[in-house]
Antibody
Framework: QVQLVESGGGLVKPGGSLRLSCAAS????????MSWIRQVPGKGLEWLSY????????HYADSVKGRFTISRDNAKNSLYLQIHSLRAEDTAIYYC??????????????WGQGTLVTVSS | QSVLTQPPSVSGAPGQRITISCTGS?????????VHWYQQLPGTAPKLLIY???NRPSGVPDRFSGSKSGTSASLAITGLQADDEADYYC????????????FGTGTRVTVL
């Protein structure tokens, strides 16, 4: 069965950096686009970024462009999100998700359980 | 950044039918981007409920249905059940954001 397991969250000081990881299993990872989405506890969902199956294309929300970098390693069935210059407002649960196959605006058909990032001094 | 507006809350009695609206604009839903819906039960990750405006993934009961017209979309739940209590989010893309994905503001469904 499809499994996505995020890791790398934790308490980070403002201005710091963090790399989140997502380990995928149960499907052919290299066939799928993947996304990162975050959610401030008690608030709504915010799409952050997606990456194409071969890493040739990435797209970011304007709110994180320049500070967040999405990447993947198909040999390791892993997705990553590098975050720089962390701010208090980056405190959130970060989800990785598999994007279903299709031409555009692919729905995220499987989600991980999320990893909590807390930015505080 | 959300440009898809949903009512903050909708409630209904068990067995009733409720609808949740998702209002966008000519650059997203009105531009004929697909609308997807997610259900987030308390304390869990979101789950895909409806994709491509009106399609259900395998395993989703047919009590859930989606529709789209103009610049809006709707999710309907018939035969409301206690375990439908959750947050529901619509999602689409927006051409004014270079095709970035966008989520709706979210709707909390309460079963009375």
């Amino acid at each position: 069965q499809v499994q996505l397991v995020e890791s790398g969250g934790g308490l980070v000081k403002p201005g710091g950096s963090l790399r989140l990881s997502c380990a995928a299993s149960g499907f052919i990872f290299s066939d799928y686009y993947m996304s990162w989405i975050r959610q401030v506890p008690g608030k709504g969902l915010e799409w952050l970024s997606y990456i194409s199956s071969s890493s040739s294309y990435t797209h970011y929300a304007d709110s994180v462009k320049g500070r967040f970098t999405i990447s993947r390693d198909n040999a390791k069935n892993s997705l990553y999100l590098q975050i720089h210059s962390l701010r208090a407002e980056d405190t959130a649960i970060y989800y990785c998700a598999r994007d279903a196959m299709g031409p555009t605006n692919r729905p995220s058909d499987y989600w991980g359980q999320g990893t909590l990032v807390t930015v505080s001094s | 950044q959300s440009v898809l507006t949903q009512p903050p809350s909708v409630s209904g009695a068990p067995g009733q039918r409720i609808t949740i609206s998702c209002t966008g604009s000519s650059s997203n839903i009105g531009a004929d981007y697909d609308v997807h819906w997610y259900q987030q039960l308390p304390g869990t990750a979101p789950k895909l409920l409806i994709y491509g405006d009106d399609n259900r993934p395998s395993g989703v009961p047919d009590r859930f249905s989606g529709s789209k017209s103009g610049t809006s979309a709707s999710l309907a739940i018939t035969g409301l059940q206690a375990d439908d209590e959750a947050d529901y989010y619509c999602q689409s893309s927006d051409s004014s954001l270079s095709g970035a994905k966008i989520f709706g503001t979210g709707t909390r469904v309460t079963v009375l």
